[in-house]
């Protein structure tokens, strides 16, 4: 026995068979995903280019490229 328009699509039994909602309710999903995703990325491009910055500033301290005076001021200006 076929229900409404087949049981396929948005309709009738197929997705949530909620109609128009089940449509928003599923790309209100697929848009929160979407969000998240970038985010995540966004998090760790930012972070990991503060951490090299930071790494390479201490290496050069290091090998004596750098006073402690010029490593100091160097490291307060990256953290701001």
């Not at 995703?37 to 090998?63: H, K, P, T």
Request: charge should be positive; avoid cysteine; aromatic fraction near 12%.
């Amino acid at each position: 026995m076929m229900w409404g328009n087949g049981g396929y699509g948005f309709g009738g039994f197929g997705g949530f068979g909620l109609g128009l909602l089940g449509m928003i309710i599923q790309l209100l999903i697929i848009v929160g995903v979407i969000y998240f995703v970038i985010s995540l990325f966004q998090r760790n491009n930012a972070g990991s280019a503060d951490d090299r910055a930071d790494a390479i500033l201490r290496e050069r301290f290091v090998r004596g490229e750098l006073s402690e005076d010029e490593y100091k001021r160097m490291r307060n200006a990256l953290r701001k």
